[in-house]
């Protein structure tokens, strides 16, 4: 059975880089540039897992914890991941408390992102 997985990234050069080395017969890789966007493919389709970037646009803002928020409130039981260039304690401690499952800080190799979903049993 395919697992969906749902990526969200600003830098259209790392969604592209992500889904391919993601993407296998067992995996489809769906991707979103914006929250707005995100939010749309969650209301379409059931993920299996969803990694999202903290920071979406030049607003220096915390979107992927707004997403973060917004899937666990439609679907609990999903896995995510946050990734950030622009971690610290207080952002991992909040990214843990409104339900990630992993927190991961850039730069992440694609090892490390396949590694992480086989440990959520995404792959």
């Known amino acids: 059975m395919t697992k969906h997985v749902l990526l969200i990234d600003d830098e259209p050069a790392i969604l592209m880089a992500f889904k391919k080395l993601l993407q296998s ?3 489809e890789i769906d991707t979103a ?6 939010q ?3 209301n379409q389709k059931n993920y299996d897992a969803v990694i999202a970037d903290l920071r979406l646009g030049d607003t220096g803002g915390e979107e992927g914890l707004e997403l973060l ?3 666990k ?3 609990p039981a999903v896995p995510t ?3 950030t260039a622009y971690g610290n304690p207080e952002v ?3 990214t843990y408390r409104l339900g990630a499952d992993l927190y991961l800080e850039k730069p992440v190799s694609s090892n490390t ?3 992480a979903l086989k440990k959520l049993g995404v792959q």
Not at 33 to 38: I, L, N, R, V, Y
């Open 73 to 75: 409130q439609h679907n």
């Open 81 to 83: 991941i946050l990734i």
């Open 40 to 42: 749309s493919a969650l």
């Open 25 to 27: 017969p067992g995996i």
């Open 113 to 115: 992102l396949k590694d």
């Open 92 to 94: 991992m401690e909040k």
């Open 69 to 71: 928020r917004f899937v």
């Open 33 to 38: 540039e914006t929250k707005e966007s995100a």
